[in-house]
C-alpha cells in the first residue's frame, strides 16, 4: 500500500508540475518560423492533429491504464509507417508515444528502483531509451529534418501534454486551479 500511495503522490505532483508549465503562453508557430524548410511543413493543422491525439490516448489511458495506451501506439506505428510519405496518422503516433513514454518517466523517476523492479516495471532510462529510439527512427524513415522533429516536440509539449494530463490526472487540474485562485486571492489582499 506504501507504494501505492508514493505512486498516487508523484503522480499528481507530476500532473500540476507539467501542467502548470505546458498552460503558460502557447504560441504556435509556422514551420516556417521554427526554422523549418517550406518544403518539410506539414500540410494539416498540426495543433489540431496533436490535441486530438492526446485526447484520444489520454481516455484510452484513463479507462483501460498505460499497457493498452502502448498497445494503441505500436498498432498505430505498424499500420501508419506502411504509408509512402509522412501523414498526420503517423505524426499523431509521435505525439502519443511521447506523451505517454514521458509521462511515465517522470512517474516512475519519482518511485524506488525496487519498487519499479518488484512490479516488473522498466527504469525510466529503459523507457526513454526505448522511445528515443522508436521516435528517431519514425522521423528518419521519412527523412525529416531536427528541425522539424523539435518542432513537433515543442507543439506536444505546448498543446498535447495540458490535454493529455487534464484526461489522465483531472484531479492535479483541480490543484492547479485551486493554486491559481489562491494566488490570485493573495495579490488582490496586498
Known amino acids: 500500500m506504501r507504494a501505492r500511495g508514493r505512486l498516487r503522490s508523484a503522480v499528481a505532483t507530476l500532473a500540476a508540475g507539467a501542467l502548470a508549465a505546458a498552460v503558460g503562453g502557447a504560441a504556435w508557430a509556422t514551420g516556417e518560423a521554427a526554422g523549418i524548410d517550406p518544403s518539410e511543413a506539414a500540410t494539416w ?4 492533429s496533436i ?9 484510452l489511458h484513463r479507462a483501460k491504464g498505460a499497457k493498452a495506451a502502448y498497445e494503441l501506439i505500436d498498432n498505430c506505428y505498424r499500420t501508419h509507417s506502411l504509408a ?7 505524426e499523431a503516433c509521435i505525439a ?3 506523451l505517454e513514454t514521458r509521462t511515465l518517466i517522470q512517474v516512475y523517476s519519482r518511485m524506488p528502483p525496487e519498487v519499479l523492479g518488484n ?9 526513454a531509451e526505448s ?5 528517431s527512427m519514425a522521423f528518419n524513415q521519412y527523412g ?4 522539424y522533429a523539435d518542432n513537433v516536440k515543442r507543439l506536444v509539449d505546448e498543446h498535447g501534454l495540458p490535454v493529455f494530463l487534464a484526461i489522465v490526472f483531472p484531479e492535479a487540474v483541480k490543484a492547479l486551479e485551486d493554486q491559481k485562485a489562491n494566488q490570485k486571492d493573495k495579490k488582490q489582499r496586498r
Open 45 to 48: 493543422d498540426q495543433v489540431a
Open 51 to 59: 490535441r486530438g491525439a492526446a485526447e484520444r490516448l489520454g481516455r
Open 84 to 90: 509512402s510519405t509522412y501523414g498526420e496518422g503517423f
Open 96 to 98: 502519443q508515444d511521447y
Open 119 to 127: 512490479h516488473g516495471i522498466p527504469s525510466p532510462q529503459m523507457l
Open 131 to 135: 522511445m528515443g529510439r522508436r521516435i
Open 144 to 147: 525529416k529534418s531536427q528541425a
